[in-house]
């Protein structure tokens, strides 16, 4: 599954997709929304995206990482909207016969992905409402 | 001429106003002279150059890369997903 979406992200569906019984490894990373950065509280970001490139580019980063780990299969889902503290905003989940394989697949999906998704956040601190 | 659609998000619409822009430009146009074109109409703009990434029909391509009549051209500035 490749997404993005303005829903919650539910990651038990996504691993759901990704597991076969040759896999002896899931690996789940989840961005959350963190309460602060660069010393300023934060209560909520807002996610935008260009979602029909953002699909392409999700998908194709999902398909050199199953290219360079064989036999992996991979979940992402990146959202959009206004999130609150807590709030899941992408969640990558990598299913491989062993773990190495999965953790390697789903730390590079994850690095690509914040270098060349077309997504933007602005970060609301405790001083402005969207 | 070319017709083509312009896609524009983030800090590119805060200084637009609008997410979508369609210009008209000469054949043969390719995606710096499409941005360059857009700069004329919004000078705002022109600051931006060096820090985006133009994509065509949701691929990010260079900035000599042609543009045809009907193409989605989007300026992309830097990303911060995820």
Same mark, same amino acid.
């Given at each position: 599954?490749?997404?993005?979406?303005?829903?919650?992200?539910?990651?038990?569906?996504?691993?759901?997709?990704?597991?076969?019984?040759?896999?002896?490894?899931?690996?789940?990373?989840?961005?959350?929304?963190?309460?602060?950065?660069?010393?300023?509280?934060?209560?909520?970001?807002?996610?935008?995206?260009?979602?029909?490139?953002?699909?392409?580019?999700?998908?194709?980063?999902?398909? @050199? $990482?199953? =290219?360079?780990?064989?036999?992996?299969?991979?979940? *992402?889902?990146? %959202?959009?909207?206004?999130? &609150?503290?807590? !709030?899941?905003?992408?969640?990558?989940?990598?299913?491989?016969?062993?773990?190495? @394989? $999965?953790? =390697?697949?789903?730390?590079?999906?994850?690095?690509? *992905?914040?270098? %060349?998704?077309?997504?933007? &956040?602005?970060? !609301?601190?405790?001083?402005?409402?969207? | 001429?070319?017709?083509?659609?312009?896609?524009?998000?983030?800090?590119?619409?805060?200084?637009?106003?609008?997410?979508?822009?369609?210009?008209?430009?000469?054949?043969?146009?390719?995606?710096?002279?499409?941005?360059?074109?857009?700069?004329?109409?919004?000078?705002?703009?022109?600051?931006?150059?060096?820090?985006?990434?133009?994509?065509?029909?949701?691929?990010?391509?260079?900035?000599?890369?042609?543009?045809?009549?009907?193409?989605?051209?989007?300026?992309?500035?830097?990303?911060?997903?995820?």
């Amino acid at each position: 599954m490749i997404k993005v979406t303005k829903d919650n992200i539910q990651v038990e569906p996504l691993r759901d997709s990704v597991w076969t019984p040759h896999c002896g490894a899931v690996v789940t990373f989840e961005g959350v929304v963190r309460n602060h950065d660069e010393g300023r509280e934060i209560h909520s970001i807002y996610y935008e995206a260009y979602e029909s490139m953002a699909e392409k580019e999700l998908s194709k980063i999902v398909k @050199e $990482a199953m =290219a360079e780990w064989k036999d992996t299969r991979i979940a *992402v889902v990146h %959202r959009t909207g206004k999130l &609150k503290v807590g !709030e899941i905003s992408i969640a990558v989940v990598t299913a491989a016969p062993h773990r190495r @394989e $999965a953790f =390697a697949a789903g730390r590079y999906v994850i690095d690509q *992905v914040k270098e %060349r998704a077309p997504i933007w &956040k602005k970060q !609301e601190d405790t001083s402005s409402e969207l | 001429m070319a017709s083509v659609q312009i896609k524009l998000f983030a800090s590119l619409k805060d200084v637009v106003g609008h997410e979508e822009v369609n210009l008209e430009c000469p054949a043969g146009s390719n995606t710096r002279s499409i941005f360059l074109k857009l700069s004329q109409k919004f000078p705002q703009l022109k600051s931006f150059e060096s820090s985006i990434m133009p994509a065509v029909n949701q691929s990010y391509v260079s900035w000599n890369d042609p543009v045809s009549d009907g193409d989605e051209v989007a300026f992309i500035p830097p990303v911060s997903g995820g």
